[in-house]
């Protein structure tokens, strides 16, 4: 055992306070840890072999010993969390944070800031908010910053030089600062601040602020911006009212740790409550499985240790069990926070009750990550991470399908995918009408000339397109979903998958810039030799047919052309179905159903009296019938 070769090491180390680390032969750290009396605690390692399997291995890989002495624990404390961040060594508890929930990331690194959905925490200038769980809860909240004070969702350079504003302007979910006539600089500056406070949870002064503004436009008699501002006000006052549904007044400023260990890992939820109310969730998580072979209170004071490095310490922080060295952990969070900081073990109460809701979910996080399907998925998600060179994982994956033929009845057909899971309730179809240039539906009358109940009815594929023109059709179709995101505010996706070679790509990426969105990241699909095209790049990407990734593609291709061809083939039935009755001015599709209904088929309504037609359509259009069918010929 190579910890034997250390004795004579280890019997010269000096009984003061410390960090020890091993390393192995090749010169890596291997271990960190730290001691009140470095020869005792190193010595101990002399007897420990059989203890765990991570103990037996790391005795056997250590090499070298080396030791740095502090004047405390509490300096020994900090010194081993920096050592652990800065090398990583392989047999300490790594923890790092989860990513399956959205933050909301404000963008000040720029001029005229934005409100983004991200997927990480970085330190880019910016300002993060979140995690929130559910994730829908950030795209709300994202969509909230649009409506209620203006904040720009397009990725456009903004100079303030632009003619005039865009639509998001008209349905007042931007203030338009690429209008400098329109939104000053200033009064954008401060609808980010207002963003800020929002997003930090600082309703009351959002409301303060809101309520001056008010008064202001008040006064100057601008009394539409004064109702929008006393709108904004009751949204702001709801919110604040639903979040103190989780407050308990009783419990102040504290964060609670619930932990899950088990034989894949581990997993800690850090609930963080302010001013008695839960304002914040993080998930720490160790994937390492040398982790499962740790105690709880080891694993507890990795994630204190870990956690406090990056976070800001409350006056009281509650863990489910007791840690080595509670009171030196107490002095080096109160020498962080610059007060009395106490670490506690709560028995009952309203504490208690936090410190189970933070494990309860600590347990099902633990069993989502580590179930056998979402092992595969996550694999096949990071691969599409590498190969296309995504900053993140892609966690949303939306993909689109056309289906026509001979150019009638040209439908489209949209499905998601988060995680890997196909999400059913979020699936959409289209049925193509086509666009003119600028985006705008075409228009068309009915066939007798006759404008009808509706009014204009848009044009048909066929109608306005020489054959068929997938092209024309994905760029419908992906205009359309995208415009609706934005006007919803979301979600996003990280990823979009065009079923198609490079003439689909094209149409899809088009309709982004035409919405100011050209910063989502596409890929399309060729059926042939199942090749990915990305844009900008000449060549296709190839991957394995064993790819987990290329899988997961293909399983939102082929959903997305199996939804896509049923509704199309719904589509000719209902063509097929399509009768007179159609044409037939004052019959809508409430009355086309009740005739049908009624008389079972076409052939029938045709033969009918106007007895029989009257209990089910009235005099008036029973008379319009009639004298519909008499001026066509009977078909055979």
């Given at each position: ?210 309520r001056r503004q008010m008064q202001e436009a ?294 982004f810039e035409t919405l100011g969105l050209g ?74 159903r009740a005739l049908l209904e009624r008389f ?37």
């Amino acid at each position: 055992m190579a910890i034997r070769d250390l004795r004579e090491a280890i019997a010269r180390l000096p009984e003061q306070p410390g960090v020890y680390l091993y390393f192995n032969s090749r010169g890596e750290t291997i271990y960190v840890g730290r001691a009140r009396a470095l020869r005792d605690r190193v010595r101990s390692y002399l007897g420990a072999y059989g203890n765990s399997p991570k103990t037996d291995a790391l005795l056997d890989e250590a090499a070298r010993l080396e030791v740095i002495v502090t004047d405390s624990v509490v300096e020994a404390l900090a010194l081993e969390n920096n050592l652990i961040k800065a090398r990583s060594p392989r047999y300490n508890i790594l923890l790092r944070d989860d990513k399956n929930y959205p933050y909301l990331q404000l963008t000040t690194a720029e001029d005229f800031p934005r409100v983004l959905v991200a997927r990480q925490v970085a330190r880019d200038g910016n300002v993060y908010a979140g995690p929130f769980m559910p994730a829908t809860f950030a795209r709300k909240t994202m969509s909230l910053t649009h409506r209620l004070f203006g904040i720009r969702s397009c990725n456009e350079v903004i100079t303030g030089h632009r003619d005039r504003p865009c639509l998001e302007y008209d349905i007042k979910r931007c203030a338009a600062p690429c209008v400098a006539d329109v939104c000053s600089p200033d009064q954008y500056a401060e609808s980010v601040a207002q963003t800020r406070l929002f997003l930090e949870g600082r309703t009351e002064e959002v409301l303060a602020g809101l309520r001056r503004q008010m008064q202001e436009a008040s006064d100057g008699e601008r009394y539409e911006r004064a109702a929008q501002c006393r709108d904004a006000m009751r949204t702001v006052e709801t919110l604040r009212d639903r979040q103190q549904k989780m407050a308990t007044s009783r419990l102040g400023d504290r964060d609670a740790f619930g932990v899950r260990l088990g034989p894949d890992g581990g997993v800690i939820q850090v609930f963080q409550m302010r001013r008695g109310r839960v304002v914040e969730r993080v998930e720490l998580v160790a994937d390492d499985v040398r982790a499962a072979t740790e105690s709880e209170p080891d694993l507890v004071q990795a994630a204190v240790q870990q956690f406090y490095a990056t976070h800001d310490v409350p006056p009281e922080v509650h863990v489910p069990v007791e840690v080595e060295d509670r009171d030196e952990v107490e002095r080096w969070l109160s020498l962080r926070a610059g007060r009395r900081v106490k670490l506690h073990v709560p028995r009952r109460g309203d504490a208690r009750g936090l410190l189970e809701l933070a494990s309860r979910n600590a347990g099902l996080a633990y069993d989502s990550r580590y179930a056998e399907d979402a092992r595969v998925h996550a694999g096949a998600l990071e691969e599409l991470r590498r190969v296309l060179d995504l900053p993140a994982a892609p966690h949303r994956v939306e993909c689109f399908d056309i289906s026509t033929v001979q150019g009638r009845e040209t439908v489209g057909s949209l499905v998601v995918c988060e995680d890997g899971r196909m999400q059913r309730g979020e699936y959409r179809k289209f049925r193509v009408r086509g666009l003119d240039a600028s985006g705008v539906r075409a228009r068309r009358k009915s066939r007798t000339g006759s404008r009808g109940r509706h009014g204009d009815a848009p044009v048909r594929a066929r109608e306005t397109r020489a054959g068929p023109d997938d092209f024309a059709a994905m760029e419908e179709v992906v205009l359309r979903r995208y415009r609706r995101l934005l006007d919803e505010g979301g979600p996003f996706p990280d990823l979009v998958v065009v079923d198609g070679g490079k003439g689909q790509l094209t149409s899809a990426c088009r309709a982004f810039e035409t919405l100011g969105l050209g910063n989502l990241i596409a890929v399309g699909i060729a059926k042939r030799d199942e090749e990915l095209f990305t844009r900008g790049a000449s060549d296709p990407i190839r991957l394995p047919k064993t790819s987990p990734a290329l899988h997961l593609i293909q399983r939102a291709r082929d959903e997305a052309h199996r939804f896509a061809v049923t509704y199309h083939r719904r589509a000719r039935r209902m063509r097929d179905f399509e009768s007179e009755l159609d044409l037939i001015p004052g019959i809508g599709p409430r009355r086309r159903r009740a005739l049908l209904e009624r008389f079972g088929s076409l052939a029938n309504v045709r033969r009918a009296s106007r007895e029989e037609l009257l209990p089910v359509v009235g005099a008036r259009l029973a008379d319009v019938v009639l004298e519909h069918f008499t001026r066509l010929p009977m078909k055979t």
